[in-house]
């Protein structure tokens, strides 16, 4: 195992360097002018001091110098300071990332525990109407714009109907973790997050168990008398772990992009959130950070989900 | 693809007496035609491809009310039959919103149709020839998939639209350059499993040059599948342009999108809640077909696969 995950780690570092060189890239090709960002509203700056400015961010220095320079800032964390709050990024993604994390983790885990035993009961009832219903909803949930599930969940069952707040992580004044305002403000967001997840699983599931069915291991379950419900636990659905895993790795895409949208409709303050205000506020160390941190995340979660996947299906570490 | 052919071979439901195979497209047809479901969804998306092309002559002629007239006598008018172009009610201009769904449809489908044009085209050369010459060339096409799939494409294109202005043009060819991912890995893995299929072999044989082999012998065996994907990618674009426009970071006003209709509705959401359901219904109506459409094609080309792309589909959606 350890040397799977040792494997695993090298094969990251091609991707690291390409989700680098391209932020940076980006960031340099940008007709934005850094300086003139960073210095705006000052009236008073002379030609001058904007040389010393670039001089001190170095970008008067050849590109790959420069991309040098910033890979050396990335591995330190040092991304700068914040042209909207002046002070440092990193501080400020960090206070955000337990909010985020904890709003993916819930919807991740709302998204499994719907989303595959929803999979596994149509593939057992195939044809029949609980198949349909679930086909059927399973579609509408994968079309449905999730931004616009949030909207409609905050303009009815918030502001119309008063179930649920609006906004927000907590109550002005409460500021708990677990206690019950956070849970009643963390309901919609997670839903909403988690919608994509719940049609994804049914969908993709079905097939993989109708072949799972078939297979000779759960005739032979069958014909030396075990009984159907623990076939169902111990053969079938232990086996389809592996598609579960599978899909695992587009369901967290799904669901730490989404957060973009989904941050932004119930206002709950996350990455998300911070990279959406970096855009308004033309705040271009925030935004380069927080793709970086994102796509980080991201790799990392990747990284997990294949551990997870050689732990469930130990064909994989040999390969 | 190879397995059409064979699929061809078999009965398609065992009762009906078989009429003489006449091929993939109008046997594909054959099944076609006893799908309600996919005809229906076929039905209503001709019918907002129609409505939204004629938005000019609809507009001037039935409402009555171009999309950026102003009537502030009559905003926030809740939806009424007094008046044509208010049966969906105005917004805080008094504007017309069905006048401006009709519009904003033109902008979404269009987008959604030609980014997915780009990415379709992207995706099949890169797939195809880095299946076909593996090598090198397919290390470089696998780095980008990765670098790519690891940065979430919200995130990408947010990015993108702060360094950037876009417009409609400039967005959808940015959607294109980002969406090619699902494609190019379909489309790649099939060519791994056709070029060593005897005909391939055969062709290489007589002596086909690379370019004769991919086009006549690979392409036509990848086309079926890559319109079902097609479909669903076409979807998939709608649900993130609108999804970057409700954030302010894609089709910009005055022009009119579903998504950026949105953004609008929400600032009113506790007066006029009827602004936040037409716009994202609309989104949803038509990625619905889409997706129905794509799963009907998929059964009538080949029965064999039903569900198998479901999986593709689900880790589409990025918002």
Redesign the interface.
Known sequence: MGRFIARRLVQAV??LF??LL??FL??R????DPVKLMVAGNFDITPEDRAVLYHDLGLDDPLPIQFVHFLGDVARLNFGNSFYYHRPVVELIGERIPNSLQLSLLSLLLALAIGVPLGVIAAYNRGKLADHVIRITS??G???????FG??F???LG??LRWFPIGSMNVVGVDCVFCWDRLWHIVGPVITLSL?GI???P??L??EV?EIIRQDYVRTAQSKGLRDRSIAVGHVLRNSLI?VV??L???L??I???S??IE??FNWPGLGRL??DG??N?D?PM??A??II??LL??VS?ILRDIAYAWVDPRIKVR | MATAQTAVARPTAPVELRRASAGLWSDALYRLRRDPTTIAALGTLLLLVLLSASADLLADNVFQWSFSKQDILSSYEKPSLSEPAMVLGSDELGRSQIVRLLYGGRVSLSVGAFAALVSMTIGVLLGISAGYFRGWWDDVVV??V??L????????L???????RLNPVTLTLLLGLLGWLGINNLSRGQTFALREREYVVAARTIGATPWRVMTRHIFPNVLPLLIVVAMIDV?AVI?TE??LS????GIQPPVPSWGNM?TN??QY??RA?WL??A??AM??IT??C???VG?GLRDALDPRL???I??A???K???
């Open positions: 091609p991707t390409g989700i391209l932020t980006l960031s090709l940008s007709p934005a579609v509408a994968h079309a449905v714009p999730t931004f616009w909207l409609l905050v303009t009815i502001v119309q994509t049609a994804a699983y969908r993709y079905r097939t109708l598609p599978t899909l790795g587009g369901i895409t799904i730490l992009g989404g973009v949208v932004r409709v990279l959406f855009l308004v033309k271009y935004v380069q927080s793709v994102g796509a991201l790799l990747y | 780095w980008l990765q670098t799939a690891n940065i979430p494409t919200l995130y990408l947010l990015l993108i639209g702060a360094y950037f979807g649900l609108s999804a409700y954030l302010g970071f949105l509705a929400t959401s506790s809640a936040i359901y716009p994202g989104i949803f990625v619905l889409l997706y129905l799963d039903r569900g198998s479901g999986g589909a689900a880790t959606k990025t918002a």
